[in-house]
């Protein structure tokens, strides 16, 4: 980026008459920026190849025969349409069953997580229960926790209660931790909630049942769903606590399972580069999909 | 559930606000309800486990159905000697290096390039193009970016090497598999996650700023870097703050791309306190020891927290007071 020099005008007395001036480097500017802004752009560009190269060379490689691949290597375009390593990949791991593996923990961990966060936050943000802040508090450090501290207790209490390699297992550990946060975002958001609303509710003789659902979620539905999207994308993409947790194919979930394969004999290149091309789709539909709610919740969590 | 306590006896009608304090100082109880499953789930699943994992680490402990033999403070004095142990939070600062620092300057640099040149020269479709683009990797699940480049990165079959000996380079490092290159290169597959993240947060801070701000310092004859320094740092603070909570405490929490990209190796190089303690946990069968690692992660963890949100905290007091 070609950071104009400029020699600042200190602010004193009898500086040079100020119009012209300005002018003439805005001129100056426009014109030296004419040609930099290509400059610029070919930078960002160059960043955005560099990026995307990794994501090329796998489905270039993902659909090219191993003897083609050590011939011709990597950037080679496939010299035939080769679908043996996704062929192989997919019966292997048994994608559709990993599929719906993440799709239901996921699903199920958005939907629980949500609506135990509506519940708490209606308590702590509406109801103003006491001891609220450290209650939040509580609830926000425990997302700081590494999860390797709560990891062999958890392992040992699933065995006892009979959920040990069950989906089970996850969805409820997920549920909570997810609603930790989602109590700690959706109470500060229920804090402010209009007064008239629920004062009006309850002079109608809604009890705190029915003013949760007909006054309040109605009309924090769509931070509901924000949270909701969030759960499932941030369950999809775990990977420790699943790992440790679901220890047979049968029940693993798509990153788990592609994980575990590595090292095996199978995966040779086109393979490997096919399981990751499988395994990345569903996580860019998402991504394609909500695009415009994920953008603005990142945003929204930063800036509180 | 629905009419708990409302029938609140208007007995002795006192003066209003004094009515009100009390009856709000009543109604909370009625919402408990609605908060014991959550802090019911809670204490299951997080403190609980917690408070045992505590205990497991004053024992040594094979795990499973073997006895747990009481070993005090053991653990931890014993860490305190571990070569390995020291390695791992040394490696961290290589993560922090690696998810917090260098991300957050190119994210900035990225950001103010997309807002202030491209988006405003070529369009704001460019600039959102470019902005998809970088926080590709970040919406992948971590381990299936790291199964990727664990193949990328292969010595023998990997793209990178086999690309390098077609150009002619006898012997191509083992990029993940020496001792000198393993860190480094975890290291830069690590920036390729995370520079996504502070480029969107960025981009939005940006467009919160007042334009007039710009304006007057323009007119002012006040040049890009200028108002960079003067302007733009100083609106970003919180987002950049947030970034780097966010980021250091997940960077001292990494686990998936080691597990992926190096298991912790060669010869402990790429070891990380989260993956040392889950090789105590699973693959050393040492339970008390690992949880003793976890019980120190977190206490670093809180404390660093700890320190930024105060740092933030002073820098926003100390702003408005300046106002």
Same mark, same amino acid.
């Given at each position: 980026?070609?950071?104009?020099?400029?020699?600042?005008?200190?602010? !004193?007395? @009898?500086?040079?008459?100020?119009?012209?001036?300005?002018? =003439?480097?805005? *001129?100056? $500017?426009?014109?030296? +920026?004419?040609?930099?802004?290509?400059?610029?752009?070919?930078?960002?560009?160059?960043?955005?190849?560099?990026?995307?190269?990794?994501?090329?060379?796998?489905?270039?490689?993902?659909?090219?025969?191993?003897?083609?691949?050590?011939?011709?290597?990597?950037?080679?375009?496939?010299?035939?349409?080769?679908?043996?390593?996704?062929?192989?990949?997919?019966?292997?791991?048994?994608?559709?069953?990993?599929?719906?593996?993440?799709?239901?923990?996921?699903?199920?961990?958005? !939907?629980? @997580?949500?609506?135990?966060?509506?519940?708490?936050?209606? =308590?702590?943000? *509406?109801? $103003?229960?006491?001891? +609220?802040?450290?209650?939040?508090?509580?609830?926000?450090?425990?997302?700081?926790?590494?999860?390797?501290?709560?990891?062999?207790?958890?392992?040992?209490?699933?065995?006892?209660?009979?959920?040990?390699?069950?989906?089970?297992?996850?969805?409820?550990?997920?549920?909570?931790?997810?609603?930790?946060?989602?109590?700690?975002?959706?109470?500060?958001?229920?804090?402010?909630?209009?007064?008239?609303?629920?004062?009006?509710?309850?002079?109608?003789?809604?009890?705190?049942?029915?003013?949760?659902?007909?006054?309040?979620?109605?009309?924090?539905?769509?931070?509901?769903?924000?949270?909701?999207?969030?759960?499932?994308?941030?369950?999809?993409?775990?990977?420790?606590?699943?790992?440790?947790?679901?220890?047979?194919?049968?029940?693993?979930?798509?990153?788990?399972?592609?994980?575990?394969?590595?090292?095996?004999?199978?995966?040779?290149?086109?393979?490997?580069?096919?399981?990751?091309?499988?395994?990345?789709?569903?996580?860019?539909?998402?991504?394609?999909?909500?695009?415009?709610?994920?953008?603005?919740?990142?945003?929204?969590?930063?800036?509180? | 559930?629905?009419?708990?306590?409302?029938?609140?006896?208007?007995?002795?009608?006192?003066?209003?606000?004094?009515?009100?304090?009390?009856?709000?100082?009543?109604?909370?109880?009625?919402?408990?309800?609605?908060?014991?499953?959550?802090?019911?789930?809670?204490?299951?699943?997080?403190?609980?486990?917690?408070?045992?994992?505590?205990?497991?680490?004053?024992?040594?402990?094979?795990?499973?159905?073997?006895?747990?033999?009481?070993?005090?403070?053991?653990?931890?004095?014993?860490?305190?000697?571990?070569?390995?142990?020291?390695?791992?939070?040394?490696?961290?600062?290589?993560?922090?290096?690696?998810?917090?620092?260098?991300?957050?300057?190119?994210?900035?640099?990225?950001?103010?390039?997309?807002?202030?040149?491209?988006?405003?020269?070529?369009?704001?479709?460019?600039?959102?193009?470019?902005?998809?683009?970088?926080?590709?990797?970040?919406?992948?699940?971590?381990?299936?970016?790291?199964?990727?480049?664990?193949?990328?990165?292969?010595?023998?079959?990997?793209?990178?090497?086999?690309?390098?000996?077609?150009?002619?380079?006898?012997?191509?490092?083992?990029?993940?598999?020496?001792?000198?290159?393993?860190?480094?290169?975890?290291?830069?597959?690590?920036?390729?996650?995370?520079?996504?993240?502070?480029?969107?947060?960025?981009?939005?801070?940006?467009?919160?700023?007042?334009?007039?701000?710009?304006?007057?310092?323009?007119?002012?004859?006040?040049?890009?870097?200028?108002?960079?320094?003067?302007?733009?740092?100083?609106?970003?603070?919180?987002?950049?703050?947030?970034?780097?909570?966010?980021?250091?405490?997940?960077?001292?929490?990494?686990?998936?791309?080691?597990?992926?990209?190096?298991?912790?190796?060669?010869?402990?190089?790429?070891?990380?306190?989260?993956y040392y303690s889950y090789l105590n946990f699973f693959d050393k069968s040492k339970v008390g020891y690992g949880a003793a690692i976890a019980n120190v992660l977190t206490v670093l963890i809180i404390l660093v927290a700890v320190v930024i949100m105060v740092l933030q905290a002073r820098s926003a007091r100390r702003e408005e007071e300046g106002r």
């Amino acid at each position: 980026m070609a950071a104009p020099i400029e020699t600042l005008p200190t602010p !004193v007395a @009898g500086r040079p008459p100020r119009p012209p001036r300005v002018r =003439a480097t805005e *001129v100056d $500017r426009r014109h030296r +920026r004419g040609t930099a802004r290509w400059f610029v752009l070919a930078g960002a560009v160059l960043v955005a190849v560099v990026m995307l190269v990794p994501f090329l060379i796998m489905v270039l490689n993902a659909f090219k025969a191993p003897a083609d691949y050590s011939q011709n290597g990597p950037l080679s375009w496939p010299a035939e349409f080769y679908t043996e390593g996704l062929r192989n990949f997919w019966t292997r791991v048994n994608f559709p069953e990993k599929l719906v593996n993440s799709i239901w923990i996921s699903g199920a961990v958005a !939907v629980f @997580g949500v609506t135990l966060s509506l519940f708490s936050a209606y =308590a702590l943000g *509406v109801g $103003r229960v006491k001891g +609220r802040m450290s209650i939040v508090t509580l609830f926000l450090l425990a997302n700081m926790l590494p999860q390797e501290v709560l990891v062999y207790p958890l392992f040992q209490m699933a065995q006892q209660v009979g959920l040990s390699n069950n989906q089970w297992s996850v969805i409820i550990i997920f549920t909570v931790i997810q609603a930790a946060f989602g109590t700690y975002l959706l109470s500060s958001v229920l804090g402010t909630f209009p007064k008239a609303l629920l004062e009006a509710a309850s002079l109608d003789g809604a009890g705190r049942w029915r003013t949760l659902w007909g006054v309040v979620f109605p009309v924090v539905r769509p931070t509901l769903s924000v949270l909701l999207i969030f759960f499932f994308i941030w369950t999809w993409n775990e990977f420790f606590i699943p790992l440790v947790m679901l220890t047979t194919n049968a029940t693993q979930t798509i990153p788990v399972a592609l994980a575990s394969l590595q090292g095996d004999r199978l995966m040779d290149a086109p393979t490997t580069n096919a399981g990751a091309l499988v395994s990345m789709i569903p996580a860019i539909v998402f991504f394609l999909i909500f695009q415009r709610t994920l953008t603005r919740g990142i945003t929204a969590g930063a800036v509180k | 559930m629905t009419t708990v306590d409302r029938a609140a006896p208007p007995a002795s009608r006192p003066t209003r606000p004094a009515r009100r304090r009390s009856r709000r100082s009543r109604e909370w109880v009625g919402y408990l309800p609605y908060l014991l499953p959550g802090l019911i789930a809670f204490t299951v699943v997080i403190l609980i486990p917690f408070g045992m994992n505590i205990w497991y680490s004053l024992h040594k402990w094979k795990g499973g159905a073997a006895p747990l033999r009481w070993y005090g403070l053991g653990n931890y004095t014993d860490l305190l000697a571990d070569e390995q142990f020291w390695t791992s939070f040394r490696n961290s600062i290589a993560m922090i290096l690696a998810m917090v620092v260098v991300p957050t300057l190119i994210g900035l640099l990225l950001a103010t390039t997309l807002f202030d040149v491209l988006g405003k020269r070529f369009g704001p479709r460019v600039a959102s193009v470019l902005r998809a683009t970088y926080y590709l990797p970040q919406i992948l699940p971590v381990a299936v970016a790291g199964v990727l480049w664990n193949w990328i990165l292969n010595s023998q079959t990997g793209a990178v090497n086999v690309i390098l000996r077609e150009l002619g380079v006898a012997n191509p490092p083992n990029w993940l598999g020496s001792t000198d290159t393993a860190l480094p290169t975890v290291m830069l597959v690590l920036i390729w996650i995370q520079i996504g993240y502070p480029v969107v947060i960025f981009m939005s801070a940006l467009q919160r700023v007042d334009p007039e701000l710009y304006e007057a310092a323009e007119l002012d004859g006040a040049g890009w870097w200028h108002r960079f320094r003067a302007i733009t740092i100083p609106q970003i603070k919180p987002e950049t703050f947030v970034i780097t909570l966010t980021c250091t405490v997940a960077a001292l929490k990494v686990f998936g791309p080691i597990y992926v990209l190096t298991r912790g190796g060669p010869e402990s190089s790429t070891l990380v306190p989260s993956y040392y303690s889950y090789l105590n946990f699973f693959d050393k069968s040492k339970v008390g020891y690992g949880a003793a690692i976890a019980n120190v992660l977190t206490v670093l963890i809180i404390l660093v927290a700890v320190v930024i949100m105060v740092l933030q905290a002073r820098s926003a007091r100390r702003e408005e007071e300046g106002r």
